[in-house]
């Protein structure tokens, strides 16, 4: 089973600011939280990945809470094109496969 | 760099046909992954090879599949008899060491 919990969906208006939380209150010390997103029905798309530490990329940002118990994807200036079902995915260091849950379906509004 | 490429898009068979499902990976990763979703249901990990080694097939269904990576390139994956239930959205992944987890767009199979 996952171990995340994320709302099932959420809107946003295009050109602000989404933020996906995720809950994974029984994350291990040596445990990654990744985040996809799947547009359509194309295959899964990597977003970013971290540890403890507040992760930035040219997509996304990503907030891990102190305790790593939740994080938040944040996509600074969302639009159309970032309609897709979001996963945040907990995977241990030591294993390769990922574990999806359902994901939050997020809608960009014009 | 080519991304990882599924063929074909797209499969309708009848129930107790044979279908095989072709994935080539990113060049030069050694990890392939194949995963699927059915209806209705969350994208679940079927199997990982590392090159030409089953690493971890604890997510495929029954024996009816088979999945192979000859030579340590691409990898096929075979459902034989195919039944009604095996209808979904079957995904190929790669990765190599310490980078991220690239997925293909899928292989739409539908069993009638």
């Known amino acids: 089973d996952a171990k995340t919990t994320q709302p099932t969906s959420m809107d946003c208006a295009e050109g602000r600011a989404a933020n996906l939380p995720c809950n994974h209150s029984t994350i291990s010390g040596n445990e990654y939280v990744y985040w996809y997103r799947q547009i359509h029905s194309q295959g899964p798309q990597y977003i970013i990945h971290?540890?403890?530490n507040n992760e930035t990329n040219e997509m996304a940002s990503l907030i891990i809470t102190e305790d790593r118990k939740s994080s938040t994807l944040i996509l600074p200036h969302a639009t159309l094109r970032d309609t897709a079902v979001y996963y945040c995915?907990?995977?241990?260091?030591?294993?390769?496969?990922?574990?999806f849950g359902t994901g939050t379906r997020l809608k960009v509004l014009a | 760099e080519a991304g990882v490429t599924q063929f074909p898009s797209h499969s309708v068979i009848e129930k107790g046909q044979t279908v095989t499902l072709r994935c080539d990976p990113i060049?030069?990763?050694?990890?392939l992954y194949w995963y699927r979703r059915v209806m209705g249901k969350e994208i679940k990990f079927l199997l990982h090879f590392v090159k030409e080694s089953k690493q971890d097939e604890s997510g495929m269904p029954n024996n009816r599949f088979l999945a192979e990576r000859t030579g340590g390139t691409y990898s096929t994956l075979k459902v034989q008899p195919a039944e009604l239930e095996d209808s979904g959205v079957y995904f190929c992944?790669?990765?190599?060491?310490?980078?991220?987890?690239?997925f293909g767009s899928g292989t739409r199979l539908t069993v009638v």
């Open positions: 995915i907990v995977r241990d260091a030591g294993t390769y496969k990922y574990i």
């Open positions: 992944a790669s990765s190599r060491l310490g980078w991220g987890t690239f």
């Open positions: 060049s030069g990763h050694d990890n």
């Open positions: 971290g540890l403890k």
